[in-house]
């Protein structure tokens, strides 16, 4: 998958206002829509100490909302937030009723609004580093198919997973889902 690097810390180490983060937000939003099918947008948050949550709303809120009303699959990924900026994106995230993904060090991870099972799921699915059917998530996290299938359909219609086409040995052609690494 194809990936599209951004640092934050160009526009500062302090970012606030929804203004500020509405002029940054169209240049992603244009990065963001030269990606390919299943590209990835990656946010490196490194060096920005805190951004507020007008900020935070206005930039990843929107962001999160276009790829859920796109018809092209695409993610959004942020990185290395510190502690404070993390904490404004979480409750902003959580207040819109969105979740996006944070990569750390030793995984990806969801930010936001996000339970227990959306969690396990994209968890699993990150860390296939392919495309799993519904079938063999449902096996591997001991879920009933129709469980792992309302799962998989929530995570993509937030934009958080994707569902492609795959193929069986014997020609059929069920979907798989993949998530960014």
Same mark, same amino acid.
């Given at each position: 998958?194809?990936?599209?690097?951004?640092?934050?810390?160009?526009? #500062?180490?302090?970012?606030?206002?929804?203004?500020?983060?509405?002029?940054? =937000?169209? @240049?992603?939003? +244009? %990065? !963001? *829509?030269?990606?390919?099918?299943?590209?990835?947008?990656?946010?490196?948050?490194?060096?920005?100490?805190?951004?507020?949550?007008?900020?935070?709303?206005?930039?990843? #809120?929107?962001?999160?909302?276009?790829?859920?009303?796109?018809?092209?699959? =695409?993610? @959004?990924?942020? +990185? %290395? !937030? *510190?502690?404070?900026?993390?904490?404004?994106?979480?409750?902003?995230?959580?207040?819109?009723?969105?979740?996006?993904?944070?990569?750390?060090?030793?995984?990806?991870?969801?930010?936001?609004?996000?339970?227990?099972?959306?969690?396990?799921?994209?968890?699993?699915?990150?860390?296939?580093?392919?495309?799993?059917?519904?079938?063999?998530?449902?096996?591997?996290?001991?879920?009933?198919?129709?469980?792992?299938?309302?799962?998989?359909?929530?995570?993509?219609?937030?934009?958080?997973?994707?569902?492609?086409?795959?193929?069986?040995?014997?020609?059929?052609?069920?979907?798989?889902?993949?998530?960014?690494?």
């Amino acid at each position: 998958m194809t990936e599209a690097r951004v640092l934050l810390r160009k526009y #500062g180490p302090r970012l606030w206002t929804r203004d500020k983060a509405r002029a940054i =937000r169209v @240049v992603f939003e +244009e %990065q !963001l *829509e030269q990606l390919p099918e299943l590209g990835t947008l990656v946010i490196n948050a490194k060096g920005v100490e805190v951004f507020d949550f007008s900020f935070a709303n206005e930039l990843f #809120g929107r962001l999160v909302l276009s790829l859920q009303s796109s018809t092209t699959p =695409r993610f @959004v990924v942020v +990185e %290395q !937030l *510190e502690p404070y900026a993390r904490e404004n994106l979480e409750k902003a995230l959580q207040i819109l009723n969105l979740t996006i993904v944070e990569r750390r060090p030793s995984r990806a991870a969801l930010l936001g609004k996000a339970g227990p099972p959306d969690e396990e799921t994209f968890a699993a699915l990150s860390k296939a580093k392919r495309p799993l059917t519904a079938v063999q998530l449902a096996e591997q996290l001991g879920t009933t198919l129709t469980a792992m299938n309302e799962r998989l359909a929530k995570l993509a219609r937030l934009g958080l997973v994707a569902r492609v086409r795959a193929q069986t040995p014997i020609g059929r052609e069920p979907y798989a889902y993949v998530a960014p690494a």
